[in-house]
């Protein structure tokens, strides 16, 4: 498959790129759901109990992305650096095995409640079924707190499986989650198509030999997604539903 692509997502989903396609792997957050709300809220909740400052919304977009632990990790060290400890990054290390048992507690009970789908999600979502294309839910997200999320959104049932970032030895960007996800649905890499929102997702998708396509609304750690290497780019979700 050449995977030099289309200007943009809506001429790769109703174009002839098509029949070339026999499934999709979707990212979520940044992607599929805005949860941003969410992990601002658990967050704020645990740099309380470590009597650390809150981090701004802003802030935290830029280290979403690589899974929970870097999040945490990165979340740490600036607040340990704004609250003025001498050595940030012994103290942010120190602090850290609380901290993921503290956050994970917090997220769990806030997930989905800030959270809202991105416009055009569920007919993006349905218009792919249509077209016969078999959807996979690909995320750094922990497997539990991603199915929660997607429940509480309406969208479980919406995805053959769902694969989170502890359901492999490695997360995004190796290409190791996208090669397992192709794996179990039996298709090859060229066939099977990854939209994402980041260069993670994109850097995973070349590496593994797959198609991508960037969502232009999720968050790329503060980088314009269009500067990504990507076969298109898409401004709506909608712009994915076909026939």
Known sequence: MDVTGPA??????????????????????????????????????????????????????????????????SVLLWACTRAGHADAAARAQALYTRAHLRYQHHYGLVNGSHAVLYPGVQEGLAGLRRAGLRLVCLTNKPHAHALALLRAKGLDGAFETVFGGDSFARKKPDPLPLLQACAWLGTVPARTLMVGDSRNDAQAARAAGCPVVLVTWGYNHGQPVREVDADGYMDSFAEMGVG
Do not use: C, N, Y
Request: glycine share 8%; charged share 25%; net charge negative.
């Open 8 to 73: 943009d997502a809506a001429s790769f989903a109703r174009g002839p790129w098509l029949a070339q396609v026999d499934a999709v792997l979707l990212d979520l957050d940044g992607t599929l759901v805005d949860t941003l709300g969410d992990f601002a809220l658990a967050l704020a909740r645990t740099l309380a109990e470590l009597d650390l400052p809150a981090m701004p919304r802003e802030e935290i977009a830029l280290r979403v992305g690589k899974g929970s632990e870097h999040l945490l990790q």
